[in-house]
Nanobody
Framework: QVQLVESGGGLVQAGGSQRLSCVASGTTLSTYAMGWFRQAPGKERELAAAISMRGSRAYYTDSVKGRFTFSRDNAKNTVYLQMNSLKPEDTAVYYC????????????????????WGQGTQVTVSS
């Protein structure tokens, strides 16, 4: 059974940094494209960033470009989201998601295309 577990959320002041981690069990992440999604209260879940299965390609939504960095360590079965220059509008529950793939040229931007999801970790940015 595949499980994704996020950690690293919490309360941070605006302008600060935080690193989220997502550890997988029950499978090896080296054959999965990964995504970090976020959902703010009253809003739909949106893609923040996505990465190909070996990390050669990455995608960032416009609102996080230049501030967030998605990385992965397949040997540790872990992906990370480094978040810098945080803003109050980054406040949300952050979810990692995995999509089985066979190409390092691919990342998924459609949330309906993901196979597995974590339970989420809350990130709160105070002003």
């Amino acid at each position: 059974q595949v499980q994704l577990v996020e950690s690293g959320g919490g309360l941070v002041q605006a302008g600060g940094s935080q690193r989220l981690s997502c550890v997988a069990s029950g499978t090896t992440l080296s054959t999965y494209a990964m995504g970090w999604f976020r959902q703010a209260p009253g809003k739909e879940r949106e893609l923040a960033a996505a990465i190909s299965m070996r990390g050669s390609r990455a995608y960032y939504t416009d609102s996080v470009k230049g501030r967030f960095t998605f990385s992965r360590d397949n040997a540790k079965n872990t992906v990370y989201l480094q978040m810098n220059s945080l803003k109050p509008e980054d406040t949300a529950v952050y979810y990692c998601a995995a999509k089985r793939t066979y190409s390092d040229s691919y990342y998924a931007t459609d949330r309906n295309g993901y196979d597995y999801w974590g339970q989420g970790t809350q990130v709160t940015v105070s002003s």
